[in-house]
């Protein structure tokens, strides 16, 4: 729980401060970053419709119903699909009319990407690993030959591309 939360977190930067100091300077692209200003800032000064917190407790709801303890492929399959009518649905609709509301709005954009990764993951590996954080009904039982990998998630385009590796240096010790 929290204690590998702390040790996760304090691993992940060192080895991005480690990252920092090797890594060539970024180029900012300036035609992505005038795009994505206008994609956060699109539905600022609306005064109608549903606040982003609303929208935000739905989605934490739906994860909360459709991943819970107990997963199996059909149920986490509709929940991806109520996620994705939800979010369609009631995400043009909201209101955001003050810079609080327009970083909760950023927040909930990353809660819902978090939660299709925590949904896609939880489908991907098809067994059951440390009960109750992955407790897969329909693959009951813990496969260490097959799934004794960390599932790795990338965006690529558009996409949501998912893999299974072998721990390698994020897992070194120091």
């Known amino acids: 729980g929290g204690t590998n939360a702390?040790?996760?977190?304090a691993r992940a930067g060192h080895f991005a401060a480690e990252y920092a100091i090797t890594a060539d300077r970024?180029?900012?692209?300036?035609?992505?970053?005038?795009?994505?200003k206008a994609r956060v800032y699109a539905l600022y000064?609306?005064?109608?419709?549903?606040?982003?917190?609303q929208l935000e407790e739905t989605v934490r709801r739906?994860?909360?119903?459709y991943v819970g303890i107990r997963k199996?492929?059909?149920?986490?399959?509709?929940?991806?699909?109520?996620?994705h009518q939800v979010t369609e649905t009631f995400g043009p609709q909201?209101?955001?009319?003050?810079?609080?509301?327009?970083?909760r709005y950023i927040e909930l954009q990353n809660i819902t990407l978090l939660a299709q990764v925590l949904f896609q993951?939880?489908?991907f590996r098809e067994e059951t690993r440390m009960i109750p954080a992955h407790w897969r009904i329909d693959f009951p039982q813990q496969d260490d030959e097959n799934w004794k990998k960390?599932?790795?998630?990338q965006k690529v385009g558009d996409r949501m591309v998912l893999t299974a590796e072998h721990p390698r240096v994020w897992m070194r010790r120091d």
């Open 150 to 153: 960390a599932v790795i998630t």
């Open 72 to 83: 199996s492929g059909d149920r986490l399959r509709r929940g991806l699909q109520v996620l």
């Open 62 to 65: 739906i994860v909360y119903d």
């Open 45 to 53: 000064g609306r005064e109608k419709g549903i606040k982003p917190i």
């Open 121 to 123: 993951a939880s489908l």
């Open 6 to 9: 702390f040790v996760t977190g």
């Open 94 to 103: 909201l209101s955001i009319t003050n810079p609080h509301e327009l970083g």
């Open 26 to 36: 970024p180029v900012i692209d300036q035609e992505q970053t005038k795009q994505e």
